[in-house]
């Protein structure tokens, strides 16, 4: 069990950049996987970016080349770094626990926080 809230979201145009983190209490992000799924509303959860605790990451295609996932072991706390966001890309955005590899491939997060909302407009 792991508590984790969002912060830095928010409305940017085309081509800007925010970079959203979460910070994690109850729990270590070391005994996990993290990472940062996305939902607007009537779509369905898109993973977007996970890290495992030894550094290792990967990205949904779609994002690869301009967001980068990151995390601060020592502060517990996980960061999103998003440039040249797209209009597409507007939901909301969700820190999220995972028990192992398969449980991020699947989409079924152990745990997550509330979420941060991401607006981009054109």
């Known amino acids: 069990q792991v508590q984790l809230v969002e912060s830095g979201g928010g409305s940017v145009q085309s081509g800007g950049s925010l970079r959203p983190s979460c910070a994690a209490s109850?729990?270590?992000?070391?005994?996990?996987?993290m990472g940062w799924f996305r939902q607007a509303p009537g779509k369905k959860r898109e993973g977007v970016a996970v890290?495992?605790?030894?550094?290792?990451?990967s990205y949904v295609a779609s994002v690869k080349g301009r967001f980068t996932i990151s995390q601060d072991n020592a502060k517990n706390t996980l960061s999103l770094q998003m440039n040249s966001l797209k209009p597409e890309e507007t939901a909301m955005y969700y820190c999220a626990a995972y028990s192992g590899w398969g449980s991020w491939v699947e989409g079924v997060p152990y745990d997550w926080g509330q979420g941060t909302q991401v607006t981009v407009s054109s």
């Open positions: 109850g729990n270590t992000i070391s005994n996990y996987i």
């Open positions: 890290i495992d605790s030894d550094g290792s990451t």
